[in-house]
């Protein structure tokens, strides 16, 4: 078997479980850094760049129980009651793919907003060992916290030309874990995509659940989108989410794909598949119509 790549090993990093809980709370991160992530360079000659044409986007602040949290924002120019969709981040943070997927969505219609929710641990950009940036940065964020800061930028998106009734959630990687653990969390939801998030792991501290423990505890529907190789998330784990929805009647679905690795919708780096990734991204949009998040 050939050596793992290291974007196919994030899903096998057990998150960092300091012995104390956190309890900083200043922002290490009052901005949102620019261009992409040190740990994935240098990115393909095939990266998407969405242009801002009719569009409005950029970085704005949200206002979150502790202070204010950088986000991005894009939208179609003076667009009013739009769908809404939370864009959560790769363990990379925003970095210039995550704002690139936001003017994607903004394209079609949507007011799409992604919190950079490592603001307060660290910046993810800096760190150029995937590694070093799980235990520094990644690992020492609480789902507790994520949770929170969700519901400030779907709050935060209601009150800046969104509609709170028309509101999804998706997530990559890291973020489609949390787009699991969020559609438990947040039943004003109208339904979820999750890309090939991680579905079963022991808990930490900081994370004490994942998918697997709240299948039937849903609030909302979520399309998982997973590859057949993927490395980091072996496919009986899937299975057993998917035995899981089953067994509790859930409107969930995961779509398999075959010969196809993690990280597939990533266009800057090698593990993209346009064609698996595009059909990812129609499979989304027709999920959220159906289940009125549109």
Same mark, same amino acid.
């Given at each position: 078997m050939p050596p793992k790549t290291a974007h196919e090993l994030i899903p096998? *990093?057990?998150?960092?479980?300091? /012995?104390? @809980?956190? !309890?900083?709370r200043d922002f290490v991160m009052t901005s949102l850094a620019s261009g992409f992530a040190a740990a994935v360079l240098p990115v393909n000659a095939q990266?998407?760049?969405t242009?801002? /044409?009719? *569009?409005? &986007?950029g970085e704005v602040k949200?206002?979150?129980k502790d202070g204010q949290m950088p986000a991005y924002r894009a939208m179609p120019a003076g667009g009013k009651n739009l769908p809404v969709v939370l864009v959560v981040q790769e363990i990379f943070g925003v970095h210039e793919h995550i704002k690139d997927i936001c003017r994607r969505f903004a394209k079609e219609g949507y007011l799409a907003i992604a919190p950079e929710l490592y603001a307060r641990q660290g910046d993810p950009t800096k760190y150029k060992e995937i590694a070093e940036l799980f235990k520094e940065v990644v690992g020492k964020v609480p789902d507790e916290q994520v949770m929170s800061?969700?519901?400030a930028s779907a709050a935060w998106a &209601?009150?800046?030309?969104?509609?709170?009734?028309?509101? &999804?959630?998706?997530?990559?990687?890291?973020g489609g874990r949390i787009v699991w653990m969020y559609a438990a969390h947040n039943p004003r939801l109208k339904a979820g995509t999750a890309w090939y998030g991680g579905l079963v792991r022991p808990g930490t501290p900081l994370s004490p659940k994942n998918p697997i423990d709240i299948a039937s505890t849903l609030k909302v529907p979520v399309l998982g989108l997973y590859g057949a190789a993927d490395t980091g998330i072996p496919g009986d784990t899937v299975e057993?989410?998917?035995?899981? *929805? /089953?067994?509790?009647? !859930?409107? !969930? @679905?995961?779509? *398999?794909y075959v010969d196809t690795p993690h990280g597939f919708n990533a266009d800057y780096r090698p593990s993209y598949r346009p064609g698996e990734a595009n059909d990812g991204w129609k499979r989304m949009m027709v999920?959220?119509? /159906?289940?009125?998040?549109?």
């Open positions: 096998d *990093l057990v998150p960092f479980a300091p /012995k104390t @809980e956190y !309890s900083r990266t998407i760049t242009d801002t /044409k009719g *569009l409005t &986007a949200i206002a979150v800061d969700l519901d &209601a009150k800046n030309g969104g509609n709170a009734d028309k509101m &999804a959630v998706t997530g990559f990687c890291w057993k989410m998917r035995d899981a *929805l /089953k067994k509790a009647g !859930s409107q !969930s @679905e995961i779509v *398999l999920w959220f119509r /159906k289940y009125g998040a549109a």
